[in-house]
């Protein structure tokens, strides 16, 4: 692995508040707007990306990311692909976990199929070509996307099976960086709320190194 590779990081950018997530429904391809609040939250952006001097910017095409994207000041530097779209829950989109398993007791994304929509191998599938494009930029990228998949993401970027997401919880409005030890895939941050994160600022590439 080239050394600067090695340095690269990787911030993870889960969309602001929609009216779905806020109430828990399944938002899959619905292409759901962020609310008010959420348009706030990508708002804190703004100051955290200020000293990032991104490479490359990728956006899942869906509305709730690529409005956070704009908001934070990125507009002009974004580019969209299907692939950091979110999980297709089929059937199972615009409900709850609560009413799905009125049906299928014990039922979670990670442990059951979603009728009509995608299988988990699918959706790492599509994890696996974001990591391979991430990994061929030499230098700093944003992606911003959504719940299931980016933990389906960081989960690969570890080389782990998909499935340990499951044990990476992602808020709304949250910052995470994906980097290196010693060469070594890592987990640098994990769902960082945007405004602690705006508390934080500056954040240039030499503070978010250490």
């Known amino acids: 692995m080239a050394e600067q590779s090695s340095n690269q990081q990787v911030y993870l950018i889960r969309h602001g508040e929609t009216e779905w997530s806020r109430t828990g429904r399944h938002t899959g391809r619905s292409d759901i707007p962020l609310t008010e609040t959420g348009k706030e939250q990508a708002e804190f952006l703004r100051p955290i990306f200020e000293g990032v001097r991104f490479v490359k910017i990728l956006s899942s095409p869906l509305q709730r990311a690529l409005a956070t994207a704009h908001l934070a000041g990125l507009v002009d530097r974004v580019e969209t692909t299907d692939d950091l779209t979110e999980w297709d829950y089929g059937d199972y989109e615009g409900i709850t976990t609560k009413e799905i398993r009125k049906s299928v007791p014990d039922w979670t994304v990670w442990t059951h199929p979603c009728p009509n929509g995608e299988t988990i191998e699918q959706v790492a599938a599509r994890a696996d070509r974001v990591v391979q494009k991430v990994r061929e930029v030499k230098g700093d990228v944003g992606l911003f996307s959504h719940g299931h998949f980016l933990r389906v993401l960081a ?10 997401g499951k044990h990476l919880v992602l808020d709304t409005s949250t910052l995470s960086i994906l980097s290196y030890e010693h060469e070594d895939p890592a987990l640098k941050t994990w769902n960082g709320p945007l405004v602690t994160a705006a508390c934080a600022v500056p ?5 978010a190194a250490r």
């Open 155 to 164: 989960a690969r970027w570890l080389g782990m099976d998909p499935a340990a």
């Open 203 to 207: 954040w240039t590439e030499a503070s």
